[in-house]
């Protein structure tokens, strides 16, 4: 979940909360669902929350939150917004894979320290959440006065800028944190913040690249170029966001500009002009105005919202709720109230007209309603499935064995070689792995296709504990099998081992002939040759003719193997051939 | 008549006339005296003695006591050594005196305090003078220490007196029990009695034979250590999955079941993720390499997908996200077990989904994050749904409040929260039983029309979820859970906890 850190003093000044405590506005927070987790070194309060009110990823957006919350503001506030000087251009060159462009330009802010810190915060957040790591959505933020705009035509006023693809070993510029001056091919392979993100763009037949009249000036979703880096001494911003959805990127300029409004910044619009309006555009159009504020409406019913939160409202009391949700609503008294609630534009999680009852619940106070259990009567029971495995593990432990839980995942090697038997064989256990695509680390890359192994590993991990070691599992065991549905066939299976100076097959057989007694289960054991046990030593467990499990002494070589220095007697069988 | 030979041996011993005591009948039988208690109390019960208890009062001699007996009072020696230098007929230099009866230190003063309050004579201005009619033969107190020397009693309650008071004796009191045969005790003896063995073990032969009755066992150090054993039990995380699953069954949810290795259609389409949400990436995922699920149900596969891209209600919105069929049939190991909640509010599962309807499950799940102490790859996770008409998020509270008091978790808080398939969302809060924090014990919510509407369902369903180790470590305390699950496990830690229940 993303975390934001936020300088309580600035918290406090922003909100215009002077009195506030820290705890009060942790309190305040928690109600708004941002937790407290701690603080930084520098003193910031570390806010968690969950990733659907992202206006909140920096002091302005919680700021602007409480003081909603605190009754200051109420209803949709929509900045002002200039009319646009800037015309982003977009090339027919620009990359297939990438070909939204969006922004907005931003004058006379007051680009403190704090003030900075909270907007490259912000754009760090916006850019791990919404922007999926870049690949959806990437910003870049420019100081206004170091670009020089295309003037558009002799009898127009105005500047552009290009969004178009250049190939790898196209222009040079001098990237952020660096004194070269690279090709966007050079930068993926000798920059830092390049190499960090040269998977984004890799596969690209193009690399994006934005140019005004001087050149190269930034390599999105990359890297931007030195010669418009923002500082303290910035006061006019352009904003640039490429990606591949106008919405979302949209919604992420929407976020960055109110931001920057809260700092004083005036909201300037600027021109997309795309290529034509077909292909990815079709649904956009060729010529856009942005940043976009209009507001959406949604309808959400009186009937609906007292349902939801089971209590009585009056209209005037939900109205209320919503203004101190930073929305707008209007009705009409009749035997149907319907709310029109308008819905500002940095807000990203507005899906359904439910996203605003939570609102009202949260306007209201979540943890002032009175919880009340249901009046619904239903009968309760367990499953079969676990029934059986409960009543096999009482009897396994009845007799004696310590009852067990070990990982479904397990290695090639445990699971395969050090149990001597090959994957795919008739061996029992020996089934086709279900291999996990990208393992956690080389202990986990498949799931056990029988339980015995783990056992083993056990008793190979406690080998300083007291014998005898007499223990079981009863758990799941998967392998590949395409006549499953999802290909996988998955059963639970019996394991248990004696590990003890004396233990012999017959101390196994003896446990093994009580456990299906309890069952009222026959079985037969025909001898087998199993390399995980002694010849000689070993048999099928079979019932109805099935073969569902195996019986024997482990071979020296596995004892050996897991570090073991006493025999071991063990069987596995599949737990279902108990309900047979 | 046959009795145990310890209690034969103290009937024979034992008079009809005169009580003898414990101590005698032991030196008699050459039994430990507790031996000879031992047999009298059973004989006692059986009516063949009487046993007659009264306090006595015994008296030792103390280290000083002793050394007076053997080499006389101190006064005595003063005044034999004063007869001697004839003090008898005038009054003789002390110091002279103190030399030749070998008296010093403390001694000294002992001669002198206790010689005239004998009558030996008297002290004035450092001589001596003694009473010739004197007789330190005579002497009682050395007459007493003597006598008790030689386990004689003295009855002379003042001289006992005065010798515990110059600490030349210690009195104490103690039970003293004598056994006399009564008249059935002097008609068995006289009737005979057999002795009966002494046995080590009681075998079947003298439990059918009877011969139970006369053997006498041999004796065991009681509070001797036993060897150690260890029992089969439970694994502690199923006794906690257990205590859970009886509190839902006993609050009307029935057990859900199903696939661990799933399609993404089940454990993320129908729950309205988004295709591109972060916990569905490679990294928080566990996908299998094998082919993509046989089918899923095309009905619903088509509704879920438009709910993606349109959402659902006139006014709804879809997310701005790619949403493709392939990915949606791709195998994975189940991140959550919302994925068998969808299997059986689809009806897929076959089970009855005509509402009320309350289900639940406690089942692994799988989630490629950090390993650490209180992290797992996989993890159980205790899954519940609601599903009625018109529930309210106050139904939710009240749902959590009543499982949570089980668990000793009171005092809930909700935190609004945000889940893709939820709205309201909550995170539950609680109060830790033993230090009292706040602690993060669940997450909950109503399902969001988008999963509902495409799984045909026209009622209110209400769910949660929570880790079940998480519940575990709050319940016994634990910091590492692979010490707990897993190959790792500490035999030792498993074998010694302690069952909650």
């Not at chain 1, 006065?145 to 070993?169: F, R």
């Not at chain 2, 230099?93 to 000294?108: D, F, H, I, N, P």
């Not at chain 2, 509407?453 to 709050?474: H, K, Q, S, T, Y």
């Amino acid at each position: 979940m993303p975390v934001v850190d936020v300088d309580p003093d600035e918290l406090r000044r922003l909100t215009g909360a002077a009195e506030k405590t820290d705890e009060e506005l942790q309190t305040d927070l928690f109600n708004l669902g941002l937790e407290y987790e701690g603080e930084t070194d520098s003193g910031e309060m570390q806010l968690e929350f969950a990733p659907d009110r992202l206006d909140r990823l920096s002091v302005e957006g919680v700021a602007r939150s409480l003081r909603y919350q605190y009754g200051d503001d109420r209803g949709v506030y929509v900045p002002k917004t200039n009319d646009p000087d800037w015309v982003y251009e977009v090339d027919p060159d620009v990359p297939d894979e990438r070909p939204y462009v969006t922004g907005a330009v931003v004058r006379g802010v007051n680009l403190t320290e704090q003030a900075l810190d909270s907007l490259i915060q912000l754009q760090e957040k916006l850019h791990a959440t919404m922007g999926r790591q870049r690949a959806k959505g990437a910003i870049g933020i420019h100081d206004l006065t170091m670009l020089k705009g295309k003037v558009l035509a002799e009898d127009a006023t105005g500047n552009s800028i290009t969004y178009t693809g250049i190939e790898p070993d196209g222009d040079r510029f001098v990237p952020l944190d660096s004194d070269a001056a690279l090709t966007p091919g050079e930068v993926l392979t000798e920059h830092d913040t390049g190499k960090k993100f040269a998977d984004l763009v890799s596969e690209y037949d193009r690399y994006p690249a934005i140019y005004d009249e001087l050149g190269l000036f930034s390599f999105p979703p990359v890297i931007n170029g030195r010669r418009t880096e923002v500082s303290t001494d910035s006061r006019d911003l352009l904003i640039e966001l490429t990606g591949t959805d106008q919405w979302t990127i949209d919604h992420m300029c929407n976020i960055l500009c109110y931001a920057l409004d809260a700092r004083g910044g005036t909201i300037e619009e600027v021109e997309i002009h795309y290529p034509d309006a077909t292909g990815p555009y079709a649904d956009v159009g060729a010529e856009l105005v942005r940043p976009n504020f209009e507001t959406d409406e949604k309808a959400v019913s009186h009937a609906e919202i007292e349902r939801m939160l089971g209590i009585e409202l009056t209209a005037d009391e939900v109205v209320d709720h919503f203004e101190r949700s930073g929305l707008d609503a209007t009705y009409t008294l009749g035997e149907q109230t319907v709310y029109t609630v308008e819905v500002p534009p940095y807000r990203v999680d507005v899906l359904h007209p439910y996203d605003l009852i939570d609102d009202v619940g949260r306007a209201y106070g979540f943890n002032n309603l009175e919880p009340a259990y249901p009046d619904v009567g239903t009968v309760g029971g367990r499953h079969e499935r676990t029934r059986l495995e409960d009543a096999a593990r009482a009897s396994l432990i009845g007799l004696g064995f310590e009852d067990l839980l070990n990982f479904h995942m397990i290695s090639v090697e445990d699971n395969y070689d050090r149990m001597r038997i090959e994957p795919g064989t008739d061996d029992f256990g020996a089934g086709e792995p279900a291999v996990i695509t990208e393992p956690y680390s080389e202990d986990y890359t498949q799931l056990r296709s029988w339980v015995l192994p783990s056992l083993l590993m056990v008793l190979e991990n406690n080998t300083h504990r007291a014998y005898p070691q007499d223990i079981a599992e009863i758990g799941l065991a998967a392998r590949v099998d395409e006549t499953e549905n999802t290909n996988v066939a998955e059963h639970r299976s019996i394991a248990a081992v004696l590990a003890r100076n004396d233990a012999s097959y017959e101390d196994a057989k003896a446990r093994l002939q009580a456990l299906c007694a309890d069952f009222d289960v026959e079985f037969a054991t025909p001898a087998i040759d199993h390399p995980t046990f002694i010849p000689g030593r070993a048999a099928a467990i079979v019932v109805d003719g099935e073969h569902v499990g195996v019986l024997g002494e482990i071979h020296p070589a596995v004892l050996v193997e897991h570090d073991l220095e006493l025999p071991v007697a063990a069987f596995e069988l599949r737990l279902d051939a108990l309900a047979a | 008549m046959r009795l145990p030979e310890s209690q034969l041996a103290v009937m024979e011993a034992a008079s009809a006339t005169d009580p003898t005591s414990v101590d005698s009948l032991a030196e008699e039988t050459g039994l430990k005296p507790e031996t000879v208690t031992r047999a009298a109390f059973d004989l006692r019960d059986e009516g063949l003695v009487s046993i007659d208890e009264t306090t006595a009062t015994s008296a030792e001699l103390t280290a000083e006591g002793e050394t007076y007996l053997t080499e006389g009072l101190p006064e005595v020696r003063l005044y034999r050594a004063a007869i001697e230098a004839g003090a008898a007929n005038e009054p003789v230099e002390m110091g002279q005196l103190l030399g030749t009866a070998g008296l010093k230190g403390s001694a000294v003063n002992i001669a002198l305090s206790n010689f005239a309050r004998k009558g030996y004579g008297s002290i004035d201005a450092g001589a001596v003078s003694a009473d010739p009619d004197a007789d330190p033969d005579t002497d009682s107190e050395r007459t007493a220490l003597a006598a008790i020397a030689d386990g004689e009693s003295v009855d002379d309650t003042g001289l006992l007196e005065q010798l515990e008071r110059r600490e030349l004796l210690e009195r104490s009191e103690r039970t003293v029990r004598s056994v006399t045969l009564t008249d059935d005790g002097v008609t068995a003896l006289m009737e005979g009695i057999e002795a009966a063995e002494t046995v080590d073990r009681l075998t079947p032969e003298l439990l059918t034979s009877g011969e139970w009755e006369d053997v006498e066992f041999t004796e065991y150090n009681v509070e001797a250590d036993a060897p150690e054993l260890d029992g089969g039990r439970k694994h502690i995380l199923r006794q906690t999955a257990d205590r859970v699953k009886d509190v839902l069954v006993g609050m009307g949810f029935k057990e859900m079941e199903g696939p661990h290795a799933d399609a993404d259609f089940w454990i993320n389409d129908c729950l309205f993720m988004p295709q591109d949400h972060p916990a569905r990436t490679h990294w928080d995922r566990f996908a299998l390499d094998v082919d993509p699920i046989g089918s899923v149900p095309e009905d619903l596969a088509e509704r879920v997908e438009d709910a993606h891209r349109n959402g659902v209600s006139e006014d709804g919105d879809g997310y701005h996200s790619p949403w493709s069929r392939e990915f949606a049939e791709a195998i994975a190991l189940r991140g959550h077990t919302t994925s068998l909640s969808m299997r059986y509010l689809s009806g897929y599962a076959g089970a009855d989904i005509e509402p009320p309807k309350r289900y639940f499950s406690v089942e692994k799940v799988y989630r490629n994050d950090t390993l650490d102490p209180t992290h797992l790859l996989e993890f159980f996770q205790i899954e519940g749904w609601v599903m009625a008409e018109d529930l309210s998020v106050r139904d939710l509270m009240g749902t959590f409040e009543e499982f949570y008091a089980q668990f000793g978790i009171t005092d809930l808080e909700f935190k609004p929260h945000y889940n893709p398939y939820t709205e309201p969302s909550f995170e539950l809060f609680g109060t830790h039983p033993t230090t009292g924090e706040l602690v993060e014990i669940g997450n909950s919510g109503m399902f969001r029309a988008e999963v509902l509407e495409p799984l045909g369902i026209e009622v209110d369903v209400m769910a949660w979820g929570l880790a079940l180790e998480r519940l575990l470590m709050l319940m016994y305390g634990f910091e590492d859970i692979r010490d707990v699950h897993g190959t790792l496990c500490d035999l030792q830690l498993l074998r010694e906890t302690e069952v909650l229940y």
